[in-house]
């Protein structure tokens, strides 16, 4: 049933010129229903069909529900309520679909972490949302968490080896893996509060009914970046996520395809999950959007080298196609590949669509990937509080480069007034803030009124999501992102967009990757400065000078970085988006003003 308090207004501009064939204006679902009616009704209907690939092992649907449902009667055992946090400290592995599905099962808050987190990040996580469960690796739980001890301290551990359920490497290579190659870190546990995850599939499945609030219950807090260095904590209910997944189903599911294409989408359907799980990016548009439309996930526990997965996917059966999530910085690394090794794979056709996320893609990188391997470059918008995905571009068709796309199902979005909400939306082609509504948007941040009051405003008789992001929109109702409102570089009054440095730096030949961030000056406020990776050919010969003056012939000499540094590695988040803050934190000149 369609709720009517998602329903557009037909006349949005959105639904015009560039709305998909075949794609519903409006998500045609039960709002009321959980993540775990999702999940069983998929296992039910797709039961014999594989549900996951991991390290050369395969897992049914049938199989998926066994070990979730087992899990879930471990975990009501040992006292799990609804609304409990519950701690997931894993890589992409088998273990984080069954934990996830079984917690949810129960009405249970899932807290994913980065396996990277560490000392005063894990304890500020667990004691703000008073977790007292964790699964996680064995390595994980006797090199990290159990020195956070006893700051923080847990009630139950469970734990789990990588290879644990990955039955389709053989015995002697988990052995040379582990022992003789120490590739695979591993790490014996005693503690009596501890027990292997394997154990905790043994038992017979017994989980209770758990009646669910789909619109109230917190399914999943999700730690998201910030500017203050403090994490802000999303909340999404059941519906934020069972909505998302639909809507990004839909996409693939509902478009109609030009004439000559002859695949349809959806069913064994490959994800292929190169990006975290922990991530939302990953946790909803690859692991929920597979199970929700009876796709497989095709995970790695962490991103291959481009050679590796290029091979992994031609070995892989072709059921219906592979859709490869990714983010720009994989791209680059993808173009580097040498040649004879793109031949020796051939994935004909196999990758249909490359969906990019996570950030900006800047069109110099979109141009020469697409160039290089023939594929679809779909660019995706979406941010964690919207549960991830706002918009994507076509499948089929005619696709413009440099925009958004248009929303998903039920998503609306608006240009506000960047300085003033109340003022409501800005003129067609006038830049402001991005703002999203529908039932994708997040119920707020954990335990953090006063930030949730600020992005999570009413407007028109709906809520509006503030996304920090600087666009304009076009007659057709499509959006070009220009920026983060945080990342614009005032310098002496005026404006200057990070990305549109970024983009004329990157179409440079020599230069293989940059970031562009403010930096503080005396006189000026704020001063540009970009941070570049050369190609190896161009070391040596490329400097900040002629950098300059290849600059001034593109672009106003007040935009043109005051600073450059060329750096052998620019950092990144989890997400794969370029770590803007981090390169401005380890900055001298941002370090000697922060520092006094």
Not at 111 to 137: H, M, Q, V
Not at 271 to 293: C, D, K, S, W
């Amino acid at each position: 049933m369609i709720d009517e308090r998602f329903n557009l207004p037909e006349n949005r501009p959105f639904f015009g010129k560039f709305w998909p064939k075949g794609l519903p204006h409006d998500l045609d679902i039960d709002y009321s229903a959980s993540l775990s009616q999702m999940f069983d009704k998929s296992c039910a209907k797709y039961a014999d069909d594989p549900a996951i690939w991991f390290l050369k092992t395969w897992m049914t649907y049938k199989e998926l529900k066994k070990h979730v449902d087992a899990f879930a009667t471990y975990l009501h055992n040992i006292g799990v309520k609804k609304q409990d946090t519950i701690v997931i400290d894993l890589p992409n592995c088998f273990q984080f679909p069954i934990a996830f599905y079984a917690i949810v099962k129960l009405g249970a808050k899932c807290l994913p972490i980065n396996p990277l987190y560490k000392g005063k990040e894990l304890i500020d996580l667990f004691s703000r949302t008073n977790a007292k469960i964790i699964i996680t690796l064995d390595v994980l739980w006797a090199k990290v968490v159990s020195k956070i001890e006893p700051e923080w301290t847990f009630d139950h551990i469970i734990y789990t080896g990588m290879l644990d359920m990955a039955t389709g490497i053989s015995r002697l290579a988990q052995f040379i893996g582990k022992r003789v190659l120490k590739k695979i870190p591993t790490a014996k546990i005693t503690d009596p509060r501890a027990i292997d995850f394997r154990e905790c599939l043994r038992i017979e499945p017994n989980a209770p009914n758990v009646s669910i609030d789909a619109h109230k219950d917190i399914a999943v807090i999700s730690s998201t970046g910030g500017t203050t260095g403090i994490p802000k904590l999303v909340m999404l209910s059941h519906r934020n996520l069972y909505a998302n997944a639909n809507q990004i189903m839909n996409l693939f599911l509902k478009q109609k395809p030009e004439e000559g294409e002859q695949f349809v989408l959806g069913h064994r359907t490959g994800l292929i999950g190169v990006l975290p799980l922990f991530h939302l990016y990953g946790l909803g548009a690859i692991m929920n959007v597979a199970v929700a439309m009876g796709g497989i996930q095709i995970l790695f526990p962490r991103p291959p080298p481009p050679e590796e997965l290029l091979k992994t996917i031609y070995e892989l059966p072709d059921y219906n196609k592979f859709v490869y999530y990714t983010v720009e910085y994989m791209l680059v690394q993808m173009l580097e590949v040498d040649p004879r090794i793109v031949k020796k794979y051939p994935l004909n056709g196999r990758i249909c669509i490359t969906g990019t996320g996570g950030g900006y893609l800047h069109p110099h990188i979109r141009d020469r990937f697409e160039q290089m391997t023939g594929a679809r470059i779909t660019e995706g918008y979406g941010l964690s509080e919207a549960g991830p995905m706002v918009s994507a571009n076509k499948l089929w068709g005619y696709r413009e480069p440099g925009y958004l796309g248009t929303p998903g199902p039920s998503i609306d979005w608006e240009i506000f007034d960047m300085e003033d909400f109340s003022k409501g939306p800005v003129p067609i082609g006038e830049k402001g803030e991005i703002c999203v509504s529908g039932p994708n948007v997040m119920l707020g941040y954990w335990q953090d009124p006063e930030t949730s009051a600020k992005v999570l405003r009413e407007y028109d008789g709906r809520t509006w999501l503030l996304t920090g992001d600087i666009g304009i929109m076009e007659e057709h109702g499509r959006v070009q992102i220009i920026d983060r409102k945080k990342q614009i570089i005032k310098i002496s009054g005026r404006l200057v967009f990070p990305s549109e440095i970024e983009n004329e730096i990157g179409q440079h030949p020599l230069v293989k990757e940059v970031a562009v961030a403010s930096v503080p000056d005396q006189r000026t406020g704020e001063a540009a400065k970009a941070w570049i990776v050369i190609k190896e050919e161009g070391k040596g010969t490329l400097t900040s000078e002629k950098l300059r003056n290849w600059l001034n012939q593109n672009i106003a000499e007040f935009k043109v970085p005051k600073h450059i540094e060329f750096v052998e590695d620019i950092p990144k988040t989890a997400a794969g988006k370029i770590a803007h803050r981090t390169l401005q934190e380890q900055d001298p000149l941002w370090v000697k003003i922060n520092n006094g």
